[in-house]
């Protein structure tokens, strides 16, 4: 059974900066390519970056590249999201995901195999 768990959400001013973290259990987390999205109240997931198993392949679209940067340790068994230069339309619940031998290309919900519950960041102007 494999079970992500995000944290490090919260309240932050314009041009500030916050770090996820989405914490990963069960076995195998050197495998998984993981991603995480976004989603506010009556949109679509919106992807946000992905990595890959290895944790030497990001993707960003332009509306985060350059603000944001995935990490992935696999001693930990942790992915890392660090945001900066946050903008009011960060706003959203942001997820992770997982999916097994990811390679860092999947921007697609339906993609992942596995989710968090998500963890609201909230940019004020």
């Known amino acids: 059974q494999v079970q992500l768990v995000e944290s490090g959400g919260g309240l932050v001013q314009a041009g500030g900066s916050l770090r996820l973290s989405c914490a990963v259990s069960?076995?195998?987390?050197?495998?998984?390519?993981m991603a995480w999205f976004r989603q506010t109240p009556g949109k679509a997931r919106e992807f946000v970056a992905t990595?890959?198993?290895?944790?030497?392949?990001?993707y960003y679209p332009h509306s985060v590249k350059g603000r944001f940067t995935f990490s992935k340790d696999n001693t930990k068994n942790t992915g890392y999201l660090q945001m900066n230069s946050l903008k009011p339309e960060d706003t959203a619940i942001y997820y992770c995901?997982?999916?097994?031998?990811?390679?860092?290309?999947?921007?697609?919900?339906?993609?992942?195999?596995?989710w968090g519950q998500g963890t609201q960041v909230t940019v004020s102007s």
């Open positions: 995901a997982a999916m097994q031998y990811g390679i860092g290309t999947a921007v697609l919900p339906n993609e992942y195999s596995y």
């Open positions: 069960g076995r195998s987390f050197g495998t998984y390519g």
């Open positions: 990595i890959n198993w290895s944790g030497d392949k990001t």
